[in-house]
């Protein structure tokens, strides 16, 4: 997902660990989330006042501020304006009511809702998906009487996957129960594979996932796990780095965020989804896929 997103649609760290191919040798990341400095106010290229142009500029604005657009002009896409900002094509609808990004990752946003549409459908398929994989097979970090539950696909060799378990603790006292998907991310039959295999058949999965995120060695165990089955489910929920955390809507909440950060996020979007209670679908709150510009 690109920065004008980001920036947009509620400032959450998207710090995560990029997916390797299959059976690529395991490397471990930064531990420290991205720095990111507050922008200037964007640049925008000279429009005539009140058309489609004027328009594609004012919907980006509403998105972001202060992202700089270099050029709007003509799309090949009929009732759509092409726009390039920071580096981006984005295409605007001529009312400038909605925003496309194209490619991996891409999604269409209503501006004046500032809703991500393709978010919507996607969760859906992501709740369905994740019911596949038995409470059995999660391994579960949790206060008391959790608030909120979010599901995180891990990896036991990203430096961001690392940081975020360090902080587990804040996260529980934040009243968030997490429930741990393995996603070996350089692939299955991978080194790093093998050590989320051994975490999964030892006798204590929250203290093997803990030691081995902790760089500590553990033993090497083989047994019938769903590890497999887990990264299978990762790759159809769209997952292009670790980690990534799904509400139990299956609405995905970036990759790394930190713990107060994602209890307000959290916090916001039970409270747009009261009222569902009435009959009327929630919406489905902002998208923040990993990776960066």
Known sequence: MKRIIFAVLGAISLSA????PQGAAAKSDPAAPAKTTAAAKGSAP??????????????IRQL???VSIDK???????????????????????DGRYLFLPGSG???????????????????????????????????FAPANPKHTVTIFTDVECGYCRKLHSEIAEYNRQGIAVEYLAFPRMGIGSEDYKKMVSVWCAVDRRKALTDAKSEQTIPN???????TMQYNVGQRVGLTGTPM???SEGIQLGGYVPPAQLREALDKIAAESKP????????????VPTGGL
Not at 72 to 94: H, I, K, N, W
Not at 113 to 138: V, Y
Not at 276 to 287: D, E, F, H, L
Request: with cysteine; proline share 6%.
């Open 106 to 140: 891409g999604a269409l946003f209503d501006t004046q809702a500032k809703k991500n549409l393709s978010e919507n459908s996607l969760a859906g398929m992501r709740k369905d998906l994740l019911k596949t994989i038995p409470a059995s097979e999660r391994i579960v």
């Open 72 to 94: 709007v002009g003509p799309s090949p896409v009929p009732g759509f304006r092409e726009a390039l900002a920071q580096g981006q094509v984005v295409y605007v609808s001529d």
């Open 245 to 247: 955390i799904l509400t």
């Open 64 to 66: 972001n501020p202060n």
């Open 221 to 227: 165990k083989d047994c019938k796990n769903t590890v």
């Open 17 to 20: 660990c990029a997916q390797a």
């Open 46 to 59: 000279q429009v005539k006042a009140g058309s489609a142009d004027a328009l594609a500029v004012e919907a």
């Open 276 to 287: 569902a209670a009435s009959g009327a679908k929630p919406t489905a709150a902002v998208a």
